[in-house]
Every structure is written in structure tokens, then in C-alpha cells.
């Protein structure tokens, strides 16, 4: 090859390295963080924290409430870390293989609607160890 062959070969295999770079740029999922509440999301920020809430409910027969350490969102994926308390500020008594207050879930959203994946409360082990794997979600919202 000559010169200009090479300088040619180099320039269009640099643009093309440059394209796929901006393209897989423009297809990232943007994270969103719901820990805080704000205008932006607040429906769906609550209508998750419902879902996780009335979950809890019925397995626990308590009302709770949140304190959110970590709400990430992405995509059709959410990842939820905090701790719960009892809605009426009663402590929390649970057996001893529960290891009080913390929660996690992964929400999914199922034709547009939000749903939990998989959440654990009060475990005594880290469940969800590989749940980003196999739930094929986003590495970011973890």
C-alpha cells in the first residue's frame, strides 16, 4: 500500500470507530435517581413505593413506610435499597430470622406498568447477589 492508501485506510477506520463510539453513546439509558422525591417523580416514585408498600402488607400484616437510601431508575428497570418502619411508629418486632428493617426490590415495568420483580425485606443474607444478571437489568441502577 502506499502512503495515501494508509493515511486514507486509517482516517475512514478512525470514523468509523467514531460512529459506533457516538452510537453507543446515544443508546446508554439515562439513570434517573427517584431518592429524593420531586416534581418529576413523584407519581411514579409513589406508585412503586404503593406496590412494594401493599406487598409488604400482606406478608408482614403491618403498614410501612420508607426511608430510601438508594432508587435508582433506568429503562424498564428500578432498583430500590432503604429502610422500612411502621407507619404508626411502632417498632418493628419480627422472629429471629428476620434481620430488621432493610429493604430491597427490583421493579420491572410490564406493558407500561410497574411491577416487583424480586424484593426481599428484613433478610438475613444478600439475596439478590447475581439478580442484575439474571434479570438482565441495567449494571447502573444497582
Not at 429493604?103 to 443474607?125: H, M, P, Q, R
Request: glycine letters at 4%; a positive charge; one cysteine or more.
Amino acid at each position: 500500500m502506499t502512503a495515501s492508501k494508509n493515511l486514507r485506510w486509517l482516517t475512514q477506520l478512525s470514523l468509523l470507530f467514531l460512529l459506533l463510539m457516538a452510537g453507543t453513546a446515544l443508546n446508554a439509558q439515562t439513570v434517573k435517581d427517584f431518592k429524593v422525591k420531586n416534581s418529576t417523580n413523584t407519581a411514579e416514585r409513589t406508585i412503586m413505593l404503593d406496590l412494594l408498600r401493599n406487598t409488604m402488607q400482606a406478608e408482614f400484616k403491618m403498614e410501612f413506610k420508607y426511608v430510601v437510601n438508594h432508587f435508582k431508575v433506568s429503562g424498564n428497570f428500578a432498583w430500590f435499597k432503604g429502610d422500612a418502619q411502621r407507619k404508626d411508629g411502632k417498632a418493628i418486632s419480627l422472629d429471629d430470622m428476620y434481620d430488621c428493617c432493610h429493604v430491597e426490590c427490583l421493579f420491572k415495568k410490564v406493558n407500561n406498568k410497574w411491577t416487583i420483580a424480586e424484593y426481599g425485606a428484613f433478610s438475613t443474607d444478600v439475596w439478590y447477589e447475581g439478580l442484575q444478571e439474571s434479570a438482565k437489568a441495567p449494571a447502573a441502577i444497582f
